[in-house]
């Protein structure tokens, strides 16, 4: 089957396989033209018609047998994808300080599952009762302001689609000295995408009144470690959300039940969970949340602080740790970029360690902020390689080799690593976490 898959290959190979870079990478069009050549004919194409009626007449399954299953009040996936999970932890001597990391290996497309979304939490979930629940504007602004939920909810909402990124994202893919032998999730899975849907903060901080003085924001949660971050007016009034939904039924507990922050770009825990209240105020309050942790730590010991935006990156998720590839032969590299400088304009991938690279199709929609996911062609020959992906965005920043990072910033910082991912495919086509 196999020899006859790649004859028909081989056949067409000048029409069909156009070489965008070194070691089997190919323009997409290889999909878009000749699916069925490279796939569907060299297998279905086999069948005798006996195989066929046996299909069709005696082999019906056991689901074909008797009546599904009727209809239910609330959804759950198929049990056959149990195994799509999150992996969770936490910080040692605690149960509430830890992260939850989506499986990004598992999924495809651009907007992550409210079930698999990564989580962060400083001291747990709080259960918010929304009756309860209050939110206060005050500071530096004419009225001081009081919203529950039901008030919040007549102003008007809009709907955006943003990623969301744990400022210690990807650390341990390349700031550790020898690599991590982890999958793609466990690695890279502190970021994940939603449509979040609410009340602009604008509306709200110019019906307070905000004095002319006033410069900075004080958002602070309703978590028992009331976690609380300094955000600059400008973001404030630029592209701030106080978010209600997510994926269009309301935030889970998880994510910040039933109100939280929304700030597109900006590292995970600015978009404060739980809100309670946003302070205005002249300056930066310099919470225990951005002066003890949040900052990053230089080589000459100094630290920097309010390092806000996430940097562009992007990483291959299949193939990728665990998803071995079967055999030589045509595969789809898959895999996301993003950037919180604004959208991509363009993924390029190598499959030989870096020395050559083709671009990748991007899949739309390509949107601001938002995850975007890439696509590449590409012919295994069976041969131990390095695969990899770099991003750039719009205003050109690229993503940057683990080589050049350090050589930068040093091994001590703990936030904001956007190196790039090389995956080792050996000769079993496995996939490994590996530096080059
Ligand atoms: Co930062």
New binding site residues.
């Given amino acids: 089957m196999e020899s006859n898959v790649g004859g028909i290959v081989e056949s067409k190979s000048k029409r069909i396989e156009e070489s965008v870079a070194g070691n089997g990478l190919l323009h997409r069009r290889v999909f878009l033209t000749q699916a069925g050549a490279l796939f569907g004919a060299g297998t279905m194409g086999m069948l005798g018609s006996e195989t066929t009626n046996a299909q069709n007449m005696q082999g019906r399954p056991a689901w074909m047998q008797s009546p599904g299953k009727g209809v239910g009040a609330y959804g759950t996936r198929a049990r056959f994808e149990d195994h799509v999970q999150r992996a969770a932890g936490s910080a040692p001597g605690t149960t509430g300080a830890g992260a939850s990391r989506t499986p990004l290996q598992h999924l495809e497309g651009i907007i992550t599952p409210n079930s698999l979304h990564f989580e962060r939490h400083h001291s747990g979930i709080p259960e918010i009762d929304p009756n309860e629940h209050r939110f206060l504007i005050h500071g530096l602004v004419d009225r001081p302001l009081i919203f529950d939920m039901d008030m919040l909810s007549r102003y008007p909402m809009i709907s955006k689609i943003h990623f969301i990124e744990c ?1 210690g994202n990807s650390r341990v893919s390349g700031l550790i000295d020898e690599p991590v032998d982890q999958n793609c999730g466990m690695l890279h899975g502190l970021v994940s995408c939603s449509e979040w849907t609410g009340v602009p903060l604008s509306i709200l901080l110019d019906e307070a009144g905000v004095d002319p003085s006033a410069r900075w924001i004080l958002a602070e949660g309703s978590d028992s470690a009331a976690m609380s971050r300094s955000v600059p007016m400008a973001k404030a009034m630029d592209d701030a959300i106080i978010a209600i939904y997510q994926n269009g039924e309301r935030l889970r507990p998880d994510n910040g039940y039933p109100m939280r922050l929304f700030l597109p770009g900006f ?1 995970g825990n600015t978009s404060v969970k739980w809100l309670r209240r946003i302070k205005v105020t002249a300056e930066p309050t310099m919470t225990k949340d951005e002066t003890s942790k ?3 730590l230089l080589d000459d010991g100094t630290s ?5 935006p996430m940097a562009v990156k992007s990483v291959i998720t299949s193939p990728s740790p665990g998803l071995d590839l079967n055999g030589a032969g045509i595969y789809e590299i898959s895999g996301i970029a993003w950037s919180g400088g604004g959208h991509i304009s363009k993924v390029e991938v190598s499959a030989d360690g870096g020395s050559t690279w083709g671009e990748a199709a991007l899949s739309e929609p390509v949107l601001d902020r938002s995850l975007t996911r890439f696509r590449m062609a590409w012919r295994w020959n069976g041969a131990p390689t390095v695969i990899m992906s770099r991003a750039i965005d719009n205003t050109g920043a690229i993503q940057p080799t683990r080589d050049s990072i350090i050589a930068e910033k040093g091994m001590k910082f703990a ?2 690593y956007n190196g790039i991912q090389s995956w080792a495919i050996d000769a079993e086509g496995r996939a490994v976490n590996t530096y080059v």
């Fill in positions: 400022s590292e949040y900052t990053d920097l602080m309010f390092t806000y936030y904001h």
